[in-house]
């Protein structure tokens, strides 16, 4: 589906151009093409590979839409493949997320974008950088830049949320009980982050090339741009590490405190046992069938039986307390 | 055995050639010769080394078959090993993974591959190169680029059924009773990953060095579709890497969910002995023969006995249940 | 908030100046300035941007104040961003760390520092700078120096703390029941670590840009410096390292810890039972109603069944105490 | 002890020389000698070193004789460690693995090869060299290839071994009752594999400077060969990283499995005490001494309470089995 | 403390000079000065460095003497920072390692080392180095390597302990009720190895910068010698990961031990707890007061009761001997 084709000239937008004369515009020296698609039939990207002479490889690449996440030249175009992470609701009601993925052919006179699965589309960016005409001015590496700085914003809040979720375990993770919430939500968090890291890693070592060293000559002049742009997604990566780092951790600790915790209930057990078994044994003794058990013709012998049992007993569960056993 | 010898011309098949008119062939400038061998005896490729004048080292790696994948140049030459592995039927009835293994040596004018324990041949390579005469014309290096492709494409379906049962495992590891499943298909779902790692990744290194800088000569002008093989190859390694991380946590949080469930068990089975062993003390008390015990003389003491019994496992059995122990 | 704005000149100061005057100040040649600012507001930002001619890109981290420790370049001058970390009390009342945010820009005339969330300014530097005019006179680069060789030095008294931590936690970790401390403790001090951790590896990676190579012009002939530095760091780094490797280690011990201590206790009270059990079942046998019981008859019956009940607890009680159960 | 010392000449055999001649025939021109020596004295060493001038840290080295493998250039001349590894039989009757030492010095025109330890001699690479004097043409460096080649080839059986100790632990870790064996053997595997890939790593280290880029003198021309050599203990190496990744993996799992069947021995334990607690409760109910318990007057009470004891048993019985607790 | 101060021409010692006259004799082309502090006053390192002209950021690191080991370049000097590591008494009268501190200032015509906390000194260092004046005449190059070679050879027995250490362990790690002295000893292990780790690995990084490549003039010709003491520092180091690795498995082995032993003692109880219950219910069973219970009324009713208690313990025993669980 085509979203918008736009013609811009000097950091300005001309027109909205249809598609058939997008190559017409290409051609023009200070003109540069914004074409924006989402989910494309097999048609609408060939059109597009037609008009912008695309590289059939990278077009194969957009087509079926399962890529990682890369930054390649072909020749004098660049080609992206961007996942935007979102979160959404899942099926059964959780959070769960999302993740998308935006090609973007960019030469020198053309941005293509084409967008897949993500709801969360490009408007916004076309409408700031419509916004900043000196800007604008720099071209095609601009919107590339543009679009790719706003994709990893977008990943800042997904972060957040992950950390956030660090903490609440942390909150709990030394309360009892909560064992088995707890390592079902780190093996989830950590889940996520694995998502989040597969989103963001390639992208952090394609976006290292565009700045210092060779740098493509579509990016030229926008090398601090790059630079920042690999700058966040640097703190994301460590981010995320520091968080696997910590729910690896976290697990270990986890299970430490499972076997802590049985311990401690078979020493509870253990006690409150004890306190049973002792005066059962006392009224077995006198369960005994002896002729002569003196203690048993006492007309008091009864309640002291029982005043031994509960002696006993008391004098067992301070023990007890004294050790922290119950 | 012989699978096929083709002769080609210009991207065109020219004939089926006899294997000893292969020289001939490869003499001629415009032309190239495609031979494919399965599991050869010692004599069909002693034959092709004439032939072709291939490196004594190289043949003997192919001879004995047990490689690991890699890409060697021998001077103007390449002798590459690539590793298809597929699903198959085990012995027991259950899925396993076999590892083949296919040799190719190109030259400036011939590819020769020899295919050792796969049943999955090139015939379909051959195909559809054979369609695309204008890519055809490359030679041999299209050739080989053609055979690459193809063994990795194969990964893809094999890569797919580790991620399901990673998924299908991670659905079953919170479930209570199905830890020992989970451990063994954990431990097996690791040995697989680590088996079509041991094929994919010295590829990917090998993979690396046929674009960018400084390209064997037969590679040339192939470099954008040795870095799409390579991107594959990437991902494929990527998402090992990310399955295998997620083994083994899920290893650790299994071992976890084990602790909880004996845990959990213990304390159940002290619940229940409790409500055993109380009754029993209360029996044995009744049980003695103090001569006076006034209870006993009671016309509803037995029944009355039996009440409290009752009363008191009734009172545990609600405050058992009430911390979630029964 | 403006704490101070100083020229200098020849490593001398010159007088406390309006921010107004700036940029007249910073034209001059032998001359620079140096401006402290504490959470400033838009405002006061945006004017030094303009006096001092700030890169765009810069002024939005500095503005945003939650970067990642780096050290940039943009042009002639320099971009940093340290993050001292101090130990505060926590809304708990126990210790925790706060990480501060210090970003420096740095010109070929002027040194501007802006403080985030520390409370703890960089005076002391200001006046030990003062006081050695003679390598003040290099200017800018020796205040940059001077700045992070200050939150450098910071680091030690709290990474300190976390050694001093560890050897706390070591000398409990083999002490019996401790294991529920030690556990939170090295969750706490691994948590601590991480913290320290983010603060110091970027800073590494920056300051190892400073000397010895390409050096950016500000930092020329303050290699020996900014290397003394960055060998401050690697120190912080590897400590950081060994104390983390020391304390997976230590939750490893600890939970083997755990799991041993279980195991004795399960033995203890398993010696205890028997010395319960075993009696019961004597008293059992001669609460048995059977007609013909010899014992029953004799006059020390009684007396000889507790006894013999005495007896084998005392055997089993030496035989427990010789394996250690007791 | 001297084993052989021969000199050779346009890769044939000239004569079995003795040691004080070395020098002479080492200066002519197309001539070689290939010294072996085997646990020599310090006499035999200095010797060699006189006749051959080699270096005295090389010399040191090889007297010592317990360095790491390493190939290090002294000038022209070469020095190298290898560590051929053999399963023997230990003194307790098991096998172990013995690592052996040979110091080579490889010059212009001369090998000199000194065994430690190993009894498996050279002789064989000996006689092969000498059946294939196109090769041996090559002179010094040929013989250091074909004594390197011929060491790392009896790694393969060792790594055979290994992998097969793997496999059969594999089939025995899911085994109930064999824990302590599997756990035993695991620790076994791990510390073999430390032995082989200390003798491998530093090897393939030292081999990769022997092919490609800035190659010694003496190795010019063996390229190809050196590459082989590489290859094979890249293959050993990255097979050895796969065992020692699933050997941790094993352990873990086995530790995993031993959590299982202790939690399974546990409640088969606790529905076995129920079995029989339960029914010692009813025989305490009926052994209460109220005065009126009609039961107790009943004709087939005795028999009526012996079934209900059966009954309930039989119940619980078949309720354990349904959960699959006995 | 000054320990010695000699100066050296040609390799011959001249004179022990006065610390004032350092400066006069550094002067002269073929004269060295070697001077040996121990924990020096600040004071008399305020004269080493104004005789020497040394560095102030290498002077300030020597007097404050907690550095990482390096070996750092200043000008034309070296600065370099070695700790041996001791073996000591400890406090509590165990072995403890001592780390002490060597720091060596190297010119063209001066070596000053500054000792601190070690008690070992350098003086046989000097004695070997005067003995060979051909290998003296190097200066101070070949001082800065005698000293060096003396602190990594002093490693090696150190190393050797921790190697022992670990087979001792190794020997009891499947013995039975050690698993609480193994545990404490592998982690006191594992915490010296980060002691003698700490000291290498910096020092291994230092050193090989002093061969091959861009050297610093001071260590011209000494090339092979430093790289003989990498070599060495290379063998402390892969030998100190190889043990590391080991002590890592070992305490995951020992927590699988522990787990056994727990689950065989947990077996072992719930038997000999069956052969106590058991009787306990049939004694149980004859205490019930049935008016008709046939089996009371027989002459051997109680031997044959206590008969069939005795028969089916021993047939219980018999059948959890055959288990394994007595």
């Known amino acids: 589906m085509l979203i918008s084709c736009v013609a811009y000239e000097q950091g300005r937008k001309v027109a909205d ?62 080609f992206a493949v961007l996942q935007p992470v979102e979160k959404v609701k899942g099926e059964d009601g959780r959070d769960d997320l999302l993740v998308g993925e935006v090609d973007v052919f960019v030469g020198q006179n053309y941005v293509l974008s084409v967008r897949h699965r993500t709801q969360h589309g490009f408007g916004a960016v076309r409408t700031r950088a419509e916004r900043e005409p000196e800007l604008l001015k720099y071209g095609a590496g601009f919107v590339f830049y543009a679009l790719t700085d706003n994709v990893v914003d977008r990943y800042f809040p997904v972060l957040d949320d992950l950390e956030t979720e660090l903490e609440t375990i942390e909150d709990q993770i030394f309360v009892r009980g909560s064992a088995r919430t707890n390592i079902e939500r780190l093996y989830e968090l950590k889940r996520r982050l694995m998502v989040l890291k597969h989103a963001v890693d390639p992208l ?123």
């Not at 989402?38 to 008009?51: C, K, V």
């Not at 076997?259 to 003794?285: D, F, H, N």
């Open 204 to 326: 952090m070592e394609g976006t290292g090339k565009l700045y210092g060293g060779r740098v493509p000559q579509i990016c030229h002049g926008m090398g601090e741009y790059f630079r920042d742009v690999y700058d966040h997604l640097y703190r994301i990566h460590t981010t995320i590490e520091g968080i696997r780092d910590m729910v690896t951790t976290a697990i270990q600790v986890n299970l430490g405190m499972i076997s802590l915790s049985e311990s401690e209930v078979t020493k509870r057990l253990a006690a409150w046992g004890a306190l049973i078994t002792v005066p059962t044994l006392i009224a077995g003794i006198y369960g005994m069938n002896f002729k002569s058990m003196p203690e048993l013709e006492l007309t008091f012998g009864y309640p002291m039986a029982l005043g031994v049992m509960l002696v006993i007993d008391l004098l067992l569960y301070w023990r007890f307390r004294a050790v922290g056993w119950v």
């Open 17 to 78: 151009i249809p598609s058939e004369d997008i190559s017409e515009y290409v051609r023009r020296p200070d003109c540069f093409v914004w074409v924006a698609l989402f989910e494309p039939t097999r048609e609408e990207l060939d059109e597009m590979a037609e008009e912008f002479g695309l590289h059939e490889l990278a077009v194969d690449d957009a087509r079926s839409g399962h890529q990682r996440p890369k930054i390649e030249e072909y020749g004098d175009s660049l």
